[in-house]
């Protein structure tokens, strides 16, 4: 009789197909890791949605930081302005509380904003972004809007694991480079809401 093996269900959120399908099949030859992409926010939070019903929730999302062309990053395949977006996994939307659905809430996701809805529907998901380079200002606004973790996107498939593994025990992951400036950021920002 063998040892069941817990499995990480990941999902991979990217815009740029190539990128997205390349690493969630690096990470799905991992034994102990499941994966699935999406290509956008709205897909994500459908991919969410469907996984929740039929009880296999997401552990950890892997998203691109500038997805959806996020601080001039390529918008190649992500959703355009003003596509709707369903609610997020576990909140019901307007129509669905009795109320009016808000237009205004139904725009395209960047990166940011998909962490922030995720963290939201307080499904236990971990966040972790991929970034192309290190930004301390953008890496303090993950941390703030509930994402685990800061990446690099190229960095190695073991690194990426660990983070991955890391996040689930509640860990915090930033690059070493980055901890200083994002502490400065974090403080900053604090030190604001405080004397506002």
């Not at 969630?24 to 956008?40: F, N, Q």
């Not at 972790?128 to 301390?136: Q, S, T």
């Not at 800061?150 to 690194?159: F, G, I, M, P, Y």
Request: some cysteine; hydrophobic content about 45%.
């Amino acid at each position: 009789m063998g040892v069941a093996v817990t499995r990480i269900r990941v999902l991979v959120v990217d815009d740029h197909r190539i990128f997205a399908e390349s690493l969630a099949a690096a990470l799905a030859a991992e034994p102990d890791v499941d994966v699935a992409a999406a290509g956008s926010g709205p897909a994500a939070l459908r991919s969410m949605e469907r996984a929740a019903a039929e009880g296999r929730r997401f552990d950890v999302m892997l998203v691109d930081a500038d997805l959806g062309g996020a601080a001039g990053g390529a918008a190649g395949g992500g959703a355009g302005p003003g596509a709707p977006v369903p609610p997020a996994p576990g909140v019901p939307s307007g129509a669905a509380r009795g109320g009016a659905r808000d237009p205004a809430a139904e725009v395209a996701l960047d990166g940011m904003a998909l962490v922030t809805r995720v963290r939201d529907a307080r499904q236990g998901v971990r966040t972790v972004v991929l970034a192309e380079r290190d930004d301390p200002r953008r890496a303090a606004a993950a941390l703030q809007a509930g994402a685990f973790g800061w990446v690099a996107k190229d960095c190695s498939l073991s690194r990426l694991l660990s983070v991955i593994r890391g996040v689930l025990r509640d860990e915090t992951h930033l690059p070493p480079a980055l901890l200083t400036g994002v502490l400065r950021e974090l403080t900053a920002a604090r030190k604001h809401r405080t004397e506002s």
